[in-house]
Nanobody, 123 residues
Framework: QVQLVESGGGFVQAGGSLRLSCAASGRTVSDWRLGWFRQVPGKEREFVAA????????WYSDSVKGRFAVSRDNFKSMLYLDMNSLKPEDTAVYYC????????????????WGQGTQVTVSS
């Protein structure tokens, strides 16, 4: 089992920045690929970013590439998402996830999920 707890969400104006954090515990978290997804009411959960177990590889959705940065600290068992130049369309609940499945960009690629943290960007 892997437990994931997100924090850092909040309310920010367009153009602002936020840093999301995810504390991981349980099975050797450093062995897992970690990812961020987001979801708005009535829509499917969508991929945002992911990072390999070593941190050597990262992946981003086209909508956040160049604005968001994913990182991890395996010594602290932490995952981060630095979000810059935020837009109203970034408003969503953001979820931290952990997985092995090769489907990096899909929810089926992740076995464990946090409870989510709300990010609201005003125009």
């Amino acid at each position: 089992q892997v437990q994931l707890v997100e924090s850092g969400g909040g309310f920010v104006q367009a153009g602002g920045s936020l840093r999301l954090s995810c504390a991981a515990s349980g099975r050797t978290v450093s062995d897992w690929r970690l990812g961020w997804f987001r979801q708005v009411p009535g829509k499917e959960r969508e991929f945002v970013a992911a990072i390999s177990w070593s941190g050597g590889s990262t992946w981003y959705s086209d909508s956040v590439k160049g604005r968001f940065a994913v990182s991890r600290d395996n010594f602290k068992s932490m995952l981060y998402l630095d979000m810059n130049s935020l837009k109203p369309e970034d408003t969503a609940v953001y979820y931290c996830s952990a997985g092995y499945n090769p489907s990096i960009y899909e929810t089926r690629g992740y076995a464990y999920w946090g409870q989510g943290t709300q990010v609201t960007v005003s125009s």
